[in-house]
């Protein structure tokens, strides 16, 4: 079985569709999805991948499927 990774620009870009089809500020998704803004922040500046929890929670409230924001992880020989 191949390795996955969150593809976070990927993640960001349906959290994004999500968030502006519900007119929510980006701490109102935080709030809704339980998790901390400091989080949403770090992925939206940085590109942090967040913890599991907030990945699940993020899926859930943005109805997106894991498979859309994964990817194989490289592999280095």
Do not use: Y
């Amino acid at each position: 079985m191949t390795a996955l990774v969150l593809d976070v620009p990927a993640f960001l870009q349906r959290l994004e569709v999500a968030r502006h089809e519900r007119s929510m500020s980006w701490r109102e998704v935080a709030t809704a999805c339980g998790v901390c803004s400091s989080t949403l922040s770090r992925m939206i500046t940085s590109g942090a991948a967040p913890n599991a929890h907030a990945t699940l929670s993020l899926l859930i409230w943005s109805g997106t499927s894991p498979a859309d924001v994964t990817r194989p992880k490289e592999t280095t020989p």
